[in-house]
């Protein structure tokens, strides 16, 4: 406010507050495409006009209040700033977000112009010499820019209406250079000059063969990275960021979905470091999904969704609470009973992310390419997607998760197309319809494949039941334990209902039962599992745990009869298998 009524003052909060604010628009954004809210739209119109203020008494398209206010001279961490704590390029790149996400679901353009000045602004400013060698300090603003630039190329009439014209081939020269110019300090003028693997910058991509650093940076690094490789037809990018994914997949990845496994620096840990009282925080998984769509859009293989899948059933629904005004930061899969949501924090960066991945379930739950549609999260809805021969309307039904069956049927097509529906990869043995016959569908990368067209519904069945899960025996923190599944869903024992203690070992022959309690934290299936001391455990989804009284929690279990034996055949680039597998 400050700056846009030509004032100044002294900046309050953190210097990547702006961005934050702009990540809430996007997901209200989001929002909005689904539900008619004035109000809100106003307000954030509202915003807009301050935005909009505060970039112009810039002189151009910068926009971070923080350095306008507190350090003018040192844009980008120049002349005695830190790019690490300033977070400029961060706070545009979540301008570039914002603005696009609001326009298409208001077409107000006030925001979008905002964020053309800003991409404009940058790609004149940064860049291979003789513009200055400056890459994000945390990442976001590559894929955010790729998202830009896809907009005006989706919609070609968009730059004459807007009144500012945007630049696309400096935009995405100045996207190459932020991906391509990690590891290259020499003509750095910014501090810190090299940022090391905190923000994977301590070599070049190609360079790069183990995910490390700050986690929330890396996901959305390797998220542009990808991002920038669908865009340019990269197959050499594509193949860094899939090396990169393997890495995370294969060794650095925890059974809910959570990444970063240390607290200092908020970092990845070495291979298979997945302490049970690991940080994981919520925007590193929030990162994470948005990699997997990527990467899954680049390769049309189902693999990244069963990641995401289990990130937004497990990590991303625990990390805020039933009631929606609290949230985790971290997310260890155990507490002693003193890890609760938060109600707020002087780094509110979680509730915005949270935000963003739930508003756009719609896009990360249906793909499509030439010949028809990916169906990657199993949720209930109505969809539709203009295809090539007209638009499809597709009504999807199911009771995941807490029973095994799924349903989509085509509504409305203008001929026949593709359906691949992702075969989930916690299921045993599917059976799969096609208008109620029993087929034996084709399957492609992972995919169950059906040509459809209007009237013609797919649907497969699923006998759901409880599972104990292993880790890889590399996986040091649970050697010997083993974990509950059902479905998607990674169970815990909380306090509240095992008076006798959460850590009492399962009996080696647990006799899981489920039950649905509809009066239980909105309803939900509980498991009881037998204990090696004659008494029993009762389970409950990880996604609700702490939205009762305070108490200890735990998802990993001693069995009875289990010991460490060092098994390390089979897996198959697997982290986590069933028992006896």
Not at 133 to 150: F, K, M
Not at 550 to 576: C, H, I, K, N, S
Request: glycine residues 12%; aromatic residues 10%; hydrophobic residues 40%.
């Amino acid at each position: 406010r400050d700056l846009a009524a030509g004032r100044l003052g002294h900046h309050r909060g953190m210097p990547g507050h702006d961005g934050l604010l702009l990540e809430t628009i996007r997901g209200a954004a989001d929002d909005l495409t689904h539900t008619r809210d004035e109000a809100l739209t106003d307000r954030i119109d509202a915003m807009a006009e301050l935005v909009e203020a505060a970039q112009l008494s810039s002189g151009g398209g910068y926009l971070s209040t923080y350095t306008q206010l507190d350090r003018p001279s040192m844009r980008f961490g120049e002349g005695g700033g830190s790019i690490l704590w300033q977070h400029d390029l961060y706070n545009n790149g979540c301008l570039f977000e914002a603005g696009a996400h609001y326009w298409r679901a208001t077409r107000h353009a006030r925001l979008l112009e905002c964020a053309v000045r800003s991409a404009n602004d940058l790609s004149n400013t940064i860049g291979e010499p003789p513009k200055k060698w400056i890459v994000p300090g945390h990442s976001l603003p590559e894929y955010a820019l790729i998202e830009l630039i896809e907009l005006f190329e989706e919609e070609k009439g968009l730059a004459g209406r807007l009144n500012v014209a945007p630049d696309i081939p400096g935009w995405e020269e100045l996207a190459r250079f932020w991906i391509h110019g990690r590891g290259r300090h020499v003509h750095r003028t910014n501090h810190p000059q090299y940022m090391g693997e905190y923000s994977q910058d301590h070599a070049p991509i190609e360079a790069q063969f183990q995910a490390v650093g700050h986690a929330v940076r890396a996901m959305l690094y390797y998220t542009g990275a990808a991002r920038l490789a669908v865009h340019a037809g990269d197959e050499a990018l594509l193949g860094h960021a899939k090396r990169l994914w393997d890495n995370v997949a294969e060794r650095k990845l925890y059974i809910n979905g959570g990444v970063g496994a240390a607290h200092f620096e908020e970092k990845l840990g070495t291979d298979y470091e997945l302490p049970n009282t690991g940080y994981m925080e919520t925007c590193a998984s929030a990162g994470l999904i948005l990699w997997a769509e990527t990467m899954s859009r680049a390769t049309g293989e189902a693999k990244y969704f069963a990641v995401a899948e289990r990130a937004l059933y497990n990590l991303m629904l625990s990390s805020v609470t039933l009631e929606g005004d609290r949230y985790f930061y971290q997310n260890p899969m155990e507490s002693d009973g003193t890890h609760h949501h938060w109600n707020w924090h002087d780094c509110p960066c979680c509730p915005p992310m949270i935000a963003k991945i739930f508003g756009q379930i719609d896009r990360l739950m249906l793909a499509q390419d030439d010949d028809g549609l990916f169906v990657n999260l199993l949720i209930g809805g109505s969809v539709s997607a203009e295809l090539g021969n007209g638009e499809a309307r597709l009504t999807l039904t199911t009771a995941l998760p807490w029973e095994g069956c799924y349903e989509a049927r085509v509504d409305r097509a203008g001929g026949s197309f593709l359906l691949r529906v992702r075969v989930p990869d916690w299921a045993f043995a599917p059976v799969w319809r096609l208008n109620g016959a029993i087929v034996r569908p084709a399957l492609s990368n992972g995919y169950a494949v059906f040509t459809v067209g209007k009237g013609d519904a797919v649907s497969f069945e699923e006998t759901l039941r409880p599972v104990c899960m292993q880790a890889h025996p590399q996986v040091e923190a649970d050697r010997g334990l083993v974990a509950v599944m059902m479905g998607p869903l990674v169970y815990c024992a909380e306090g509240i209902d095992n008076p006798d203690g959460v850590d009492r070992p399962l009996a080696a022959a647990p006799g899981f039962r489920q039950r649905m309690d509809e009066k239980l934290l909105g309803g939900v299936v509980t498991i009881t599992a037998d204990t090696q001391d004659g008494g029993t455990m009762e389970l409950v989804p990880l996604g609700v745990w702490d939205n009762r009284e305070p108490g200890p929690m735990r998802t990993w279990f001693r069995q009875e009869g289990r010991a460490f034996v060092w098994d390390a055949d089979g897996w198959e680039g697997r982290l986590y298998r069933r028992t006896g597998e």
